[in-house]
C-alpha cells in the first residue's frame, strides 16, 4: 500500500463517517465543514472614537466584507472601559440609510440636478472668486460643526484664514460650547477642564448642574452609578429645572426656576463663608478677584456689540457682594428652599468629601453662559477642591470633536489654531506655519454664528459653505434665518451624507464621507485625542470633508498651501497642526501614537499624558511649585473669581405666553436625528418628538397624553403631540420639546437671545402658550 | 463529502436537540488522527460509535419526552402552570434554581429566532419586548423582573435574566419599540449570526462564539426556563464553564493542523490519488 492511497481511504473514511455523524446528531457540527467567512467570522474589529457626543467612547467596528457589521466596547478605553450608549452600539446603521447622497447635487432652474462631483467642486472655486470679487472676501463665509475631524478643521481654518484671507469661520460648537470656552478662558486664562473622567473613580460626590446625564452622557454615568455601587458614601446631586431620569437616579433633586442657577451659586458661596469652610490659604495664593459689567444686554439686536472690561477688586468686595445672596433672599428667586441651598453649601465645603461638578449645555446655552461658569469655578476655587483626582468642576461637551476641531483648532472668527486673531503674535505664528503672507490674516473678528446669519440676511455674506451641521433645525429663531438663505443672491454649499431642511435650502450639494469611510481624529470632553482609520469606502463619489476643502483650495490656486497627497493627507496635516501646540501646556501625541493608543490626552509630554492641569505635582508645564497648583493661563498663575450677579431671562412668561419653553435631547436621538433617525432601533424606540407637559398644567388645559397640542411664542407655532408622566417631568408652568424631529422644527419658536460674551444662544428659555389643538 | 451543516442558526433547525455536547463517546473522532490506525478498523469503530451516538440520541429525546420526528410535541401532558414566583420563593441559588426549572409548556418560550431578531447584530443590546412604565420613583425597576428571572403571567412567559446586574442604568442601551416603521429605509444588512456548537471534534465541548465583556454569567442566559433552547446548556451545575468552554479567538492556530485537516478546513475535496503519481 502507498502512502497516498492511505490517505485517500483514510479521507474517505473521515469524510462518510462525519457525513454519518452531522446526520445523526444535528446538533453537532464540526469546525472543517465550511468556510468561516461563511459564517461571519472574519469580522475584523478597528478601533474608532464614537461619532455621537462629547463623552468619546472607545468603539471596536466589526468589519466584513468592506461592510460595519457590528460594533461592540472598546475595553482598552480608559473612557467606557468596554460599556456604550444604545446610540454607539447602532452607530454603524446610520452608514447605511438607503437615501445616503451619493451624488453631487446642483441646483439648476430651481431642481437640484445630480452632476460628477468635479464639476460641483469648479462651481463651488468659481462661485467663491466671483462672490470675493463683487462683494469682497467678507462675503464668503464657512460654517462648520464640532463633529468635523480635526483635519477637516484644520484644512478649513487654513483655508479661510490663511488663504482666502476672511475671518468668516463659525461652527455649530458656538451653538453648544462657546460659554465654556470664556468661561474657562475669563477664570483660569486657558480653555479645556483641569481634570479627566478618572475623577469619576476618585470622587464621592457629584453635582449636576442642570445636566441630565444618564440620557445626555449615559456611558459616564454609568460610571458615577458604579462609584456609588462600589462606594456607598457616593452622593449624586441633580440640580435641574426638570424632573429627569437622573433626577430619579439622583439621590437628591432639587429643581429651580429657569436662569436662578445663577443666584444659587452665589449663595453657596455665601454659605461657605458663613460656614467658614474656604481655603483661605490657597484663596489667597491661587486667586485673584474681577468684577466685570453689569446689565449687559442679550445680543437680540443686529450687529449687538459688547466688550467686557474686568476691574481688579479684593477679597472684602466679594463678601460685600455675597450679602445680596443670604440662602433666604436666593429662595425667593430660585424656588430653592433656603435648606437645599445650605445642604449643596455643606457638601462643597465638607472637608472629607471630593466634589466633581458637571454641566452641559444647561449652562452653556444660557444668556448669561459665561456668568454661571465663572460662578461655578468659584464654589471650587473658594473650597480648592480643583485640579486634584475626585475633585474639579467638568463641562461636558455634546459633539465628538467641540473640543479638538472647534476649540483645539480654533474653527471660531475670532481664534486661530493658537491664540486670538487680535493678537499679532499669533497671526505671526500661524503666518509661518501656514507659510503665508503675515498681512494676509485679518486682525479683527467678523461674525459670531448668529450674527453670520444675520449678515446673510442683510446681504452682507452672500456665499455660505456649510459642512456636517444642520442649521435649519437648529438656529434659534429658525424662520428668519431659513428665510435669509433663500434671498436672491445668496449662494449656499452643504456637505452632508443625508438629505435635511439644510441641504433643502441648498445650492450646490456635496456627498461627505462619513466617520469610518475615511481617515479622522476627534477629541472629546477629557482633552483626549483619537485617531481612527479608514474602515469602509464611502458611497459613490462621497468624499471626506477634509478632501473637499483641498480640492476647493487648489481650484482657488492654493496648491502650495494644500500639497498633500490623499493617501497620506491626514498624516501630514496632524503633523503640520501639532507644531501649533508644541509646548509643554498643549503638547499634543504624534501621529504614530495617536494610531496605537485607544485615546491620548493632552499635554502629551515626554510620553505621558497629563490628566490634571495646573497640578504641581502633575502637570509639567506648571512653573510655580510652591503650592498645590499653579494657574499658569493667568498672570501670576492666579484664577479669577468673578463677582457675577443673578440678572433675569430676556423673556420670561407673561400673560400672553404663561409657559417657559425648555428644548433639548433624549437618549436614542443625537442632535437633528439625521443620522439617529436613520437607525431603526432608535426611530422605533422614539419615533417622533413631543411637548412634555406637567400633568397638574395639562389637566387643566385638558389635555391628555397623546393629544395634539398648539404651542405658540411671539416667533411662530407648532402642533405637536403632548407626552404625560413618561420619561420626564417639567415641573408646573414649564414645557419640554425635544428638537431632534425634523417634522417639529421647536426652533422656529425659540430666541435667538446669547450670551454677550460667549455668543451663544439660549435654547432653554422662552416665553411660550399652551392650548390644546 | 459534503458534510453541510443542518445547524445553521439563521433558520434554527427545531430538531435539535439540547445536550448534543455532551456526547460520550469520544472514541471516534480522538482515533482519528492516530498513526496506526488502519482502514478497516477505522470503520468499525466509527461504524459503532455512530451507532451508539444514534441510540444515545434517541434515548435521550424520549426520556425527555420529545417526538424525534415533531419535537415540539410532547408524549408527556401538559403540566399545570408552576406557581408564579417559585424561583423567587426558593432559597437565593437563582441560577442553579432556574436551571432546576424546566421551561412549562404554552409559556411562550424564546426562540433562537425571535433572540437574533431583538439584536441588530450578534451582540448588540437587544430592544424591550415589552411596555415599560416610564417615571415611576426609580432607575433600576427593570431588574425587579429580569435579575432573579421568574415567571411573569403577564406575558405568559419567563423573564430573562440578566448577565450584567451591577449595570442599572438599563435604558442606557435597551430601549423599548414603539413602532416597526422606519424613517427611512434602511440597507443595513447584518453579517451572519454566529454558528452554535462549533465543536473541533465531535463531542468536545463548544468554544464560545461571542465576546465575554459583560457576558461572563453564563448561566443568565444558557440555563434556565428563559434560556433560549438551542443554546440552553445540559449541565448548569457545573459553574466553571470556561474549564471546558473557550473564546473562539479570530487568530491563526498556535500550530497549523496536518495537511489533511488543513484541507478540510478549506473545504477542499481530497485529493484523488494522481495515476501519474511516482512512488516516492
Not at chain 1, 30 to 40: N, V
Request: with cysteine; glycine share 6%; charged share 20%.
Amino acid at each position: 500500500m502507498t502512502i497516498s492511497r492511505r490517505e485517500f481511504l483514510k479521507n474517505l473514511a473521515i469524510g462518510s463517517a462525519l457525513t454519518a455523524a452531522s446526520q445523526l446528531i444535528p446538533g453537532v457540527s464540526f469546525a472543517w465543514e465550511k468556510p468561516t467567512s461563511q459564517h461571519g467570522s472574519d469580522i475584523t474589529w478597528k478601533k474608532a472614537p464614537c461619532r455621537f457626543c462629547g463623552t468619546g467612547c472607545g468603539l471596536l467596528i466589526g468589519v466584513s466584507e468592506g461592510r460595519a457589521v457590528a460594533v461592540k466596547g472598546d475595553p482598552q478605553s480608559a473612557v467606557n472601559k468596554g460599556l456604550l450608549c444604545v446610540k454607539g452600539y447602532h452607530s454603524i446603521q446610520a452608514l447605511y440609510g438607503e437615501d445616503r447622497l451619493k451624488k453631487a447635487m446642483i441646483r439648476k432652474n430651481g431642481q437640484m440636478v445630480e452632476v460628477p462631483i468635479k464639476e460641483a467642486l469648479d462651481l463651488i472655486a468659481q462661485k467663491i472668486k466671483e462672490t470675493i470679487q463683487s462683494h469682497g472676501k467678507d462675503a464668503v463665509s464657512m460654517y462648520g460643526s464640532g463633529q468635523w475631524t480635526i483635519p477637516d478643521g484644520y484644512a478649513a481654518s487654513k483655508l479661510m484664514k490663511g488663504c482666502i484671507g476672511t475671518n468668516n469661520l463659525e461652527a455649530n460648537a458656538r451653538l453648544c460650547m462657546a460659554s465654556a470656552v470664556t468661561g474657562f478662558m475669563t477664570t483660569f486664562g486657558l480653555d479645556e477642564p483641569m481634570g479627566c473622567y478618572e475623577d469619576m473613580d476618585h470622587a464621592d460626590t457629584f453635582f449636576l448642574w442642570g445636566n441630565n446625564m444618564s440620557e445626555m452622557h449615559p456611558v459616564l454615568f454609568s460610571r458615577i452609578l458604579e462609584r456609588k455601587r462600589t462606594h456607598p458614601r457616593t452622593l449624586i446631586i441633580d440640580f435641574a429645572t426638570r424632573s429627569t431620569r437622573t433626577s430619579v437616579a439622583a439621590d437628591r433633586s432639587i429643581l429651580f426656576r429657569p436662569q436662578s442657577d445663577l443666584a444659587v451659586a452665589n449663595a453657596i458661596c455665601y454659605e461657605l463663608f458663613r460656614t467658614q469652610r474656604i481655603d483661605l490659604s490657597f484663596l489667597q495664593k491661587h486667586c485673584s478677584f474681577r468684577k466685570g459689567k453689569t446689565q449687559i444686554g442679550y445680543g437680540l439686536q443686529d450687529k449687538f456689540a459688547f466688550q467686557d472690561t474686568p476691574e481688579i477688586t479684593n477679597l472684602d468686595e466679594y463678601k460685600k457682594f455675597l450679602e445680596d445672596y443670604t440662602p433666604e433672599k436666593v429662595e425667593k428667586i430660585s424656588g430653592v428652599s433656603a435648606e437645599d441651598i445650605r445642604y449643596m453649601a455643606s457638601l462643597y465645603g465638607d472637608p472629607t468629601r471630593n466634589v466633581v461638578s458637571y454641566w452641559c449645555m444647561g449652562m452653556n446655552q444660557h444668556t448669561r453662559g459665561t456668568w454661571i461658569n465663572n460662578l461655578v469655578y468659584n464654589i471650587h476655587l473658594l473650597v480648592g477642591k480643583i485640579s486634584r483626582p475626585g475633585n474639579g468642576p467638568f463641562s461636558l461637551t455634546g459633539q465628538p470633536s467641540a473640543c479638538g476641531t472647534v476649540r483645539e483648532v480654533g474653527t471660531l472668527t475670532h481664534k486661530l489654531p493658537k491664540g486670538m486673531v487680535m493678537d499679532p503674535k499669533a497671526r505671526k505664528f500661524a503666518s509661518d506655519i501656514w507659510k503665508v503672507p503675515y498681512s494676509r490674516i485679518p486682525a479683527k473678528p467678523t461674525y459670531d454664528t448668529v450674527e453670520m446669519f444675520r449678515a446673510l440676511d442683510r446681504g452682507d455674506i452672500r456665499f455660505m459653505w456649510i459642512q456636517t451641521t444642520n442649521p435649519m433645525v437648529t438656529m434659534p429663531n429658525l424662520r428668519r434665518y431659513r428665510d435669509a438663505t433663500k434671498k436672491q443672491g445668496r449662494f449656499i454649499v452643504v456637505s452632508e451624507i443625508y438629505p435635511t431642511p439644510t441641504t433643502a435650502i441648498a445650492d450646490v450639494i456635496l456627498p461627505s464621507a462619513m466617520w469610518i469611510e475615511r481617515e479622522g481624529m476627534f477629541g472629546n470632553s477629557e482633552r483626549r485625542t483619537q485617531h481612527w482609520e479608514k474602515m469602509v469606502n464611502p458611497p459613490g463619489d462621497a468624499m471626506s470633508d477634509t478632501w473637499q476643502i483641498i480640492e476647493v483650495a487648489r481650484r482657488l490656486g492654493f496648491t502650495k498651501e494644500f500639497p498633500w497627497s490623499e493617501d497620506k493627507h491626514i498624516e501630514h496635516i496632524w503633523n503640520e497642526y501639532t507644531r501649533f501646540h508644541d509646548n509643554p501646556a498643549h503638547r499634543m501625541a504624534d501621529y504614530e501614537t495617536l494610531k496605537r493608543e485607544s485615546g491620548v490626552i493632552w499635554p502629551y509630554v515626554n510620553g505621558r499624558s497629563t490628566q490634571w492641569r495646573y497640578n504641581t505635582q502633575l502637570d509639567p508645564a506648571t512653573k510655580r511649585r510652591n503650592g498645590a497648583v499653579d494657574f499658569y493661563g493667568k498672570p501670576e498663575g492666579k484664577a479669577w473669581i468673578w463677582l457675577r450677579p443673578y440678572e433675569a431671562a430676556p423673556e420670561e412668561p407673561s400673560k400672553d405666553y404663561p409657559f417657559w419653553l425648555n428644548t433639548g435631547r433624549v437618549l436614542e436621538h443625537w442632535h437633528t436625528g439625521s443620522m439617529t433617525r436613520r437607525i431603526p432601533t432608535l426611530h422605533q424606540a422614539v419615533p417622533a418628538s413631543y411637548v412634555e407637559i406637567h400633568p397638574l398644567d395639562a389637566k387643566r388645559l385638558n389635555i391628555r397624553h397623546g393629544d395634539k397640542v398648539k404651542l405658540t411664542s411671539p416667533r411662530g407655532s407648532i402642533l405637536i403631540n403632548a407626552s404625560l408622566n413618561q420619561r420626564a417631568c417639567p415641573p408646573l408652568g414649564q414645557v419640554f420639546v425635544p428638537f431632534f424631529d425634523e417634522n417639529y422644527l421647536i426652533n422656529e419658536l425659540t430666541l435667538d437671545a446669547y450670551c454677550p460674551i460667549s455668543r451663544q444662544p439660549d435654547y432653554k428659555k422662552c416665553a411660550v402658550r399652551v392650548e390644546r389643538a | 463529502m459534503s458534510t453541510q451543516n443542518t445547524q445553521h442558526t439563521d433558520a434554527p433547525n427545531p430538531s435539535a436537540t439540547p445536550s448534543p455536547t455532551d456526547t460520550p463517546n469520544l472514541s471516534t473522532t480522538s482515533s482519528l488522527s492516530g498513526e496506526g490506525f488502519t482502514v478497516s478498523y477505522g470503520f468499525i469503530a466509527i461504524a459503532s460509535g455512530m451507532m451508539l451516538m444514534g441510540a444515545w440520541v434517541l434515548v435521550t429525546l424520549v426520556l425527555q419526552g420529545i417526538d424525534p420526528q415533531d419535537p415540539h410535541k410532547s408524549h408527556n401532558p401538559p403540566k399545570a402552570a408552576p406557581v408564579p414566583h417559585l424561583a423567587a420563593a426558593l432559597p437565593a441559588t437563582p441560577t442553579l434554581t432556574n436551571a432546576l426549572l424546566s421551561a412549562t409548556p404554552g409559556s411562550s418560550v424564546r426562540s433562537l429566532q425571535r433572540f437574533y431578531k431583538q439584536r441588530a447584530y450578534s451582540g448588540a443590546p437587544p430592544h424591550i419586548p415589552h411596555d415599560i412604565l416610564e417615571h415611576n420613583g426609580q432607575i433600576d425597576a427593570c431588574l425587579s423582573c429580569h435579575s432573579q428571572g421568574g415567571y411573569v403571567p403577564k406575558y405568559n412567559a419567563f423573564a430573562p435574566i440578566t448577565p450584567h446586574p451591577t449595570y442599572t442604568n438599563c435604558v442606557q442601551c435597551h430601549v423599548p419599540q414603539r413602532t416597526q416603521s422606519t424613517f427611512r429605509p434602511s440597507a443595513w444588512k447584518a453579517s451572519p449570526r454566529p454558528q452554535l456548537r462549533r465543536t473541533a471534534l465531535a463531542g468536545s465541548p463548544p468554544p464560545i462564539p461571542h465576546d465575554l465583556h459583560m457576558r461572563t454569567d453564563c448561566n443568565a442566559c444558557h440555563a434556565g426556563p428563559a434560556a433560549v433552547k438551542e443554546i440552553r446548556v445540559p449541565h448548569p451545575e457545573r459553574s466553571n464553564c470556561l474549564q471546558c468552554h473557550v473564546p473562539r479567538k479570530q487568530v491563526p492556530p498556535f500550530r497549523s493542523l496536518s495537511p489533511l485537516h488543513q484541507r478540510l478546513e478549506k473545504n477542499a475535496p481530497p485529493p484523488t490519488p494522481s495515476p501519474q503519481r511516482k512512488r516516492p
